[in-house]
């Protein structure tokens, strides 16, 4: 098990454009493994690879239902339908929340840990950590795209 470190707002790495994973193999799998770790250790529900510093487009969920972790390397949207408004975190951004309106509905196109390619489909909370976490990989962070900051008192 080992703990990567997550990169926090401020730093440049959050805002670049990451690259298209092309090599399926132990080293990959090692980053998806440690992603992994270092999300359950957080507590989050999502990270991506340029949150622990890899500009590559490898991402891992787990909104704690029954798709349990969920690996996506090169993912993209290709379909996305309703709204939903909610709070949003971000383990970069500690301590703060927003209030940002997602689809409901997503899928997403993504390869697996061997380069196969696969759909998946979620709503709700999965909808919304699939379109969290994707954007990442453009240099995309909530705090972009909410509507207003939310307060513990409010
Ligand atoms: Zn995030």
Redesign the pocket.
Known sequence: MAIRKIVKLGDDTLRKVCKQQEKFDPRLWILLKDMADTMYKAE?V???AP?VGILRRVVVIDVQDDHGLIELVNPEIIAAEGEQGGPE?????PGRQGYVVRPNHVTVRAVDRKGKPFEITGEGLLARALC??I??LDGV??IDKMDHEIFDDE
């Open positions: 989050g999502g990270l991506a949150q975190g971000c383990l970069s951004v969290h976490e954007d990442h962070l909530y």
